[in-house]
Nanobody, 115 residues
């Protein structure tokens, strides 16, 4: 079994910062791509940021320059540093990891940005 556990969500004022972390455990072996999606009420889940095992990153246009994704291959963790947060960043954030058996998801963590 593989588990992804997220932490770090919460409530912050616009312009503030939050950091999300996600740790994969269990029969992980090797993680390929890892990243974060988010889903706001009434909207489809969208990719926020992704990072390959080699460190190549990809960001949604809406978060470029504000969010930074990083990972630790030895610990099977992926982090998302979110700065200059906006009310439109409010959503449930889900981490994922692409493993040998497919894509695994975390349970989601709420991020709320007040104006």
């Amino acid at each position: 079994q593989v588990q992804l556990v997220e932490s770090g969500g919460g409530l912050v004022q616009a312009g503030g910062s939050l950091s999300l972390s996600c740790a994969a455990s269990g029969r992980v072996f090797v993680t390929n791509d890892m990243g974060w999606y988010r889903q706001a009420p009434g909207k489809q889940r969208e990719l926020v940021a992704a990072i390959s095992r080699g460190g190549t990153t990809n960001y949604a246009d809406s978060v470029k320059g504000r969010f930074t994704i990083s990972r630790d291959n030895a610990k099977n963790t992926v982090d998302l540093q979110m700065n200059s947060l906006k009310p439109e960043d409010t959503a449930v954030y889900y981490c994922y990891a692409d493993l040998y058996a497919g894509r695994y998801w975390g349970q989601g963590t709420q991020v709320t940005v007040s104006s």
